[in-house]
């Protein structure tokens, strides 16, 4: 297997753009009626996952450490849209037949060997990491809604209870489906550290013209039901670290770091913790009353709210809780305003330009790239 072959052949056939997606769809659900139904309906946005995604696995294949833990967890999570071993080779035909179409004439026996082999060389490592998982866990939990309370008109929080224990780690993300959106999955962080009841908390920012976060925010009652995929994320505490913590998160990013402070509580002595939480407005600071609290329980935690479109002001309602004002400035102007974060491990979660800038000043600072650990909400959609 030529791996710089197969680099070279899909880089061509990607900048051919939407034809290509357009083109291994068609052949996939003209050939394979069946499969139509395992996808979201509407395509449009969705479309370059697979495809694009395939390819661009493939032309690594030669950098399988990397790689490996990437395709198994790939291929775990693929239980969830119900694909098994005989749908493989049905994605493998119509990949190779779009990659021999956009090839054109520079498509010949060795190259189709070469992406033939690749291709069954990553099924492999998917499909044997999806029969491992399923000894041991199920393809999705059902769960049902318990809680639903709406923070803005665009924020709401949700609690579920799963049919069946969902193990995870805080920090974590699953994947959502509701009853009204089949097949639309999308990732939401739980937003608690692993309860006795099992019950799970999930924030959710609507996001404009989302089919999903719009339904959860606007219309999901209790009563309703959810599927959850298998847990992912890397964005997890550093248990062996004895550093002190620091967590930045935009909007719903707080979710998965308010899963990790409920972690570090849970410990008979939690490192010194700094918790920045930021919107633009003083509104969309919409959990900043219950962190207020915690924050006034928790010697080790400082809690510093920030905004960036509105004027410094007292926060409403939060006079008793001890927090009247919020930085002013952007996150990574008011975490880089406020200390050295040398000696820190930092875990960072939001909207994708807010991560990448926060991540830069951080590093500008000082802190090593290694203990900086972030996730962002929307670029893994794409
Ligand atoms: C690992 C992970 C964890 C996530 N956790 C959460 C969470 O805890 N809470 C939460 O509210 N969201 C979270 N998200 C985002 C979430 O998965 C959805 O993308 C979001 O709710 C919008 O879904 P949708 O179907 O309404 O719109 P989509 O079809 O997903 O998106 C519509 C459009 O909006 C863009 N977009 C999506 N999300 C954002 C965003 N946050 N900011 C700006 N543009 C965006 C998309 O790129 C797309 O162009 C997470 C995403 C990932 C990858
Ligand atoms: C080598 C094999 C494959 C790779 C690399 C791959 C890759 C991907 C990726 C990256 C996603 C997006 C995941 C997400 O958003 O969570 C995806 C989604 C999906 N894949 Fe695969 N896939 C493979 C095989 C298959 C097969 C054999 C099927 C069977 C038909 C399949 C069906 C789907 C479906 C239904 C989705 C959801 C699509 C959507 O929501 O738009 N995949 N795949």
Known sequence: ???????????????????????FYSDLFVRNPQLRDMFP???????????????GIVAQVDDLPSLVPFLQQLGRDHRKFGIVAEHYPAV???LLATLKYFCGTAWNDDLAEDWNAAY????????????????????????????VERRRFDIAMLRVVPDQPLPYLPGQSVAVETTSRP???????????????????????????????SVLVRSLHVGDRLRLGAPVGTLTLNEDSPRDVLLVAGSTGLAPLKAILEQLARRPSPPRTHLFFGA?????????????????????????????????????????????QAEHGTLPDVVGRRGLWIDHDAY???????????????????????????????????
């Open 92 to 94: 493998g035909a119509s």
């Open 120 to 147: 069954t060389l990553v099924s492999k490592v998917m499909l044997e990491a999806a029969n491992e998982d399923a000894l041991r866990s199920p393809a999705w939990w059902n769960a049902q809604v318990i809680g």
């Open 348 to 382: 960072v979660c939001g909207p994708p330009v807010m991560v990448a800038r926060t991540n830069e000043r951080l590093v500008q600072l000082g802190v090593n790239r290694d203990r900086i650990r972030m996730e962002t909400f929307a670029e893994a959609q794409r």
């Open 41 to 55: 309906i509407g395509m449009s946005v969705q479309r370059e996952k697979l495809l694009g995604a395939l390819g």
């Open 280 to 324: 633009r407005t003083h509104e969309g600071l919409y959990d900043l009353e219950e962190l207020s609290k915690l924050a006034m329980e928790l010697r080790w935690l400082t809690l510093v709210p920030a905004v960036s479109d509105e004027p410094p002001g007292t926060l409403p309602g939060l006079h008793r809780a001890g927090t009247a």
């Open 183 to 213: 097949r639309h999955w999308r990732y939401y962080s739980m937003a608690n550290a692993p309860r006795a009841d099992h019950t799970i908390d999930f924030h959710v920012r609507l996001v404009d013209g989302g089919p999903v976060s």
């Open 1 to 23: 297997m030529d791996a710089q072959r197969l680099k070279d052949s899909f880089a061509h056939v990607a900048r051919q753009g939407d034809a290509v997606a357009l083109f």
